[in-house]
T-cell receptor, first 116, second 115 residues
Framework: AQTVTQSQPEMSVQEAETVTLSCTYDTSESDYYLFWYKQPPSRQMILVIRQEAYKQQNATENRFSVNFQKAAKSFSLKISDSQLGDAAMYFCASATPNTNAGKSTFGDGTTLTVKP | DTEVTQTPKHLVMGMTNKKSLKCEQHMGHRAMYWYKQKAKKPPELMFVYSYEKLSINESVPSRFSPECPNSSLLNLHLHALQPEDSALYLC??????????????FGPGTRLTVL
């Protein structure tokens, strides 16, 4: 079984600053994928960034990057130059292509507030 | 078109009513999902359709009945719901279910209130 833990229910950051959201996971699978999804208030959830477990290089998408520590089973999200539009609930998720295919396991989420 | 649409946006129904939620995507995705989400909580998987066939049912009560008429449409039929079923119902789609690593595209959801 997979588990995903987000230990920070709420975080805040000043506009233009950098913030890191934490995520740890546990899986017995060797092949898996990790995701960060963003859900703004009253708007639809979108993918922020995706990481394949077999890739050592950390994924990056513009101002968003991850710190993937496979041995420690850690997958944190760094948001640089935070903008007001980054305010949202962020979910860390994992998925495996073989067992439990089709199921993503979500963490409980972190609500990010961006202060102007 | 990278959009998943859901109708209606809001739905209020009594416990004896029958209603349906609709989801549509035109991205050629062959996996479609229904999730239930309570406020400030992660989405909970309810059903997964893969190539128009029900692949996963997460022990959802029979008062929720999914249907996949074709590869672009997904319905959720509701009957005799309980007040605790009030939630945001999200639809999502992805290229395929079997590889697990595919991004899910989410719709905006239907806000359901059961009186």
């Amino acid at each position: 079984a997979q588990t995903v833990t987000q230990s920070q229910p709420e975080m805040s950051v000043q506009e233009a600053e950098t913030v890191t959201l934490s995520c740890t996971y546990d899986t017995s699978e060797s092949d898996y994928y990790l995701f960060w999804y963003k859900q703004p208030p009253s708007r639809q959830m979108i993918l922020v960034i995706r990481q394949e477990a077999y890739k050592q290089q950390n994924a990056t998408e513009n101002r968003f990057s991850v710190n993937f520590q496979k041995a420690a089973k850690s997958f944190s999200l760094k948001i640089s130059d935070s903008q007001l539009g980054d305010a949202a609930m962020y979910f860390c998720a994992s998925a495996t292509p073989n067992t439990n295919a089709g199921k993503s396991t979500f963490g409980d989420g972190t609500t990010l507030t961006v202060k102007p | 078109d990278t959009e998943v649409t859901q109708t209606p946006k809001h739905l209020v129904m009594g416990m004896t009513n029958k209603k349906s939620l609709k989801c549509e995507q035109h991205m050629g995705h062959r996996a479609m999902y229904w999730y239930k989400q309570k406020a400030k909580k992660p989405p909970e998987l309810m059903f997964v359709y893969s190539y128009e066939k029900l692949s996963i049912n997460e022990s959802v009560p029979s008062r929720f009945s999914p249907e996949c008429p074709n590869s672009s449409l997904l319905n959720l039929h509701l009957h005799a719901l309980q007040p605790e079923d009030s939630a945001l119902y999200l639809c999502a789609s992805s290229q395929a279910m079997d590889r697990g690593g595919n991004e899910q595209f989410f719709g905006p959801g239907t806000r359901l209130t059961v009186l």
